[in-house]
Nanobody, 118 residues
Framework: QVQLVESGGGLVQPGGSLRLSCAAS????????WGWYRQAPGKERELVAT???????DYADSVADRFTISRHNAKNMMWLQMDSLKPEDTAVYYC????????????WGQGTQVTVSS
């Protein structure tokens, strides 16, 4: 079993920056995809960005020019650098690790709150 723990959330003013971290304990395998998702009050959870173990990244259009996802496979760590934050980025941000081939898994963290407000 793998546990994912997010950190780095908080309150920031519009235009500011935050860096989220996700640490995995346990064994993960190459060929998986890690990602950040977010859920704002009253809305469904949505994809923010993903990164494969090979380093291929993908972003939601709304964050593509402001957020950067990165990952260190050996350390079982992932980060999300968020710049030029907007009030609409306010949400709980979740870390996810998913592998669709055997051994399959789909792990989630507990979430970290990001609030963008003046």
């Amino acid at each position: 079993q793998v546990q994912l723990v997010e950190s780095g959330g908080g309150l920031v003013q519009p235009g500011g920056s935050l860096r989220l971290s996700c640490a995995a304990s346990g064994t993960v395998f190459s060929g998986d995809r890690w990602g950040w998702y977010r859920q704002a009050p009253g809305k469904e959870r949505e994809l923010v960005a993903t990164v494969t173990s090979g380093g291929t990244t993908d972003y939601a259009d709304s964050v593509a020019d402001r957020f950067t996802i990165s990952r260190h496979n050996a350390k079982n760590m992932m980060w999300l650098q968020m710049d030029s934050l907007k009030p609409e980025d306010t949400a709980v941000y979740y870390c996810n690790a998913k592998r669709v081939y055997a051994p399959r898994y789909d792990y989630w963290g507990q979430g970290t709150q990001v609030t963008v407000s003046s």
